[in-house]
């Protein structure tokens, strides 16, 4: 008898991780079937995508309740057709505000609910942890402090490490990086990526030019690498390059390119965020930043209890890299903490230890532990 899976991926990073998943539940279950929401990275896997991936994407919170009512309608028909037609199991990968109520109402129904990514409790508050555990089968945790949690609320998880450790090499090649994108090779490089949203991208592109600005009387012979996801964020840069009169000096924009831009600098500045955890695989040293608005930063330092926002402290429990949010974030701060990464060579070789150290803990082939521990589920042994 087949096996039939349903499944839910949100944005383009679920998409790929589903892809990847798919693959790995296929070599122990050729010919599994899979249908819900996904991309075309998992339509590729011969996904059954009933509704595209892309109509899960929300703007902020005026966006969502926006689309408020199209959304519940999407999980509502799935839901039924779930129900209908009885998979084996449901996947939900990511995308938590989303996946968790439909994840509650299909174990209600008596199918097993997987959920793949855990939500960040462990950064703002565990409240939700008693909804999580109403509502899935199974936690799979990309980190490895994340079971601990689980474990004592009660619910079944999984470790199955960060997928990205899987592709990053332990190694990066930073001459090839800096020949891929024209650098010589003992030039003196900051990568500055200032985020992937457009709203980031206004909070922080005039403070970058003017650490920039500062860096360079210091430094004339530094460059500065941009890397930029859309079309609309160069843009707001290049607006603010305008802006603060900064168009002739040593600082070059890229259209994507973070991977490269990254392993090809000396020092990184970066927005927190997964481009932090990038940072860390890639070994770089770096300053992390943000600024938001003033209710949105009261808020959520009310909210969190950890002593730090970026990944690659969290997951070192220590901090490894200089952390300057908020008002901290000025450019003679970001200045000074860069440039204390440029000239400490030990300090720098001590941190690519750290993080090597962290890459290994991560590397733990994702796809194929968490397609076993789906695997039970599937073939009836849990429930």
Same mark, same amino acid.
């Given at each position: 008898?087949? !096996?039939?899976?349903?499944? !839910? ?23 599994? /079937? ?10 590729? /896997? ?32 799935? *839901?039924?057709? !779930? ?58 945790? *990309?980190?490895?402090? /994340? ?7 009660? !619910? ?92 002739? *000096? ?67 429990? /220590? ?42 803990? *991560? ?21």
């Amino acid at each position: 008898m087949t !096996v039939r899976i349903a499944m !839910v991926a949100g944005e383009a990073s679920g998409d790929l991780l589903a892809s990847h998943l798919i693959r790995a539940i296929r070599r122990y279950l050729p010919d599994a /079937e899979f249908f819900g929401i996904g991309g075309p990275k998992m339509q590729a /896997e011969g996904f059954d995508v009933r509704w595209p991936c892309e109509l899960l994407a929300v703007h902020g919170y005026v966006d969502a309740l926006k689309r408020y009512r199209e959304l519940s309608g999407i999980r509502r028909s799935l *839901l039924a057709q !779930v129900r209908k037609e009885r998979p084996a199991a449901f996947i939900g990968v990511d995308a938590p505000d989303f996946n968790l109520w439909l994840e509650g109402k299909v174990k209600d129904a008596g199918i097993p609910a997987i959920h793949f990514v855990s939500p960040s409790i462990w950064a703002w508050r565990g409240g939700r942890i008693k909804r999580i555990a109403r509502s899935v089968s199974r936690m799979l945790c *990309l980190f490895p402090f /994340e079971p601990a949690l689980y474990e004592q609320a009660g !619910v079944p998880v999984s470790y199955v490490g960060h997928p990205l450790a899987d592709v990053f090499p332990l190694c990066p090649d930073r001459a090839a990086a800096r020949e891929l994108l024209g650098l010589y090779p003992d030039s003196r490089i900051v990568a500055m990526l200032p985020g992937s949203r457009q709203s980031e991208v206004r909070n922080l592109a005039d403070i970058y030019i003017a650490t920039a600005i500062r860096m360079l009387e210091r430094d004339p012979g530094l460059g500065f690498l941009v890397p930029l996801a859309t079309r609309e964020t160069r843009l707001i840069f290049e607006e603010a390059l305008h802006r603060n009169q900064a168009t002739e *000096l040593p600082i070059r924009m890229l259209f994507g390119h973070a991977v490269e831009a990254m392993t090809a600098a000396d020092a990184v500045l970066v927005a927190s965020g997964t481009a932090s955890l990038e940072a860390a695989l890639l070994k770089r040293p770096m300053v992390i930043t943000y600024r938001i608005g003033d209710w949105q930063y009261r808020l959520m330092k009310r909210m969190a209890y950890l002593p730090w926002v970026g990944l690659p402290n969290i997951l070192c429990n /220590e901090g490894l890299v200089p952390e300057l949010l908020q008002d901290d974030a000025t450019p003679e701060n970001l200045a000074a903490a860069l440039e204390a990464w440029l000239d400490d060579a030990d300090r720098c070789a001590a941190l690519e230890l750290r993080f090597t150290e962290l890459h290994l803990t *991560l590397r733990q082939d994702t796809a194929r532990k968490a397609a076993e521990a789906i695997l039970p589920y599937l073939n009836g042994r849990t429930t």
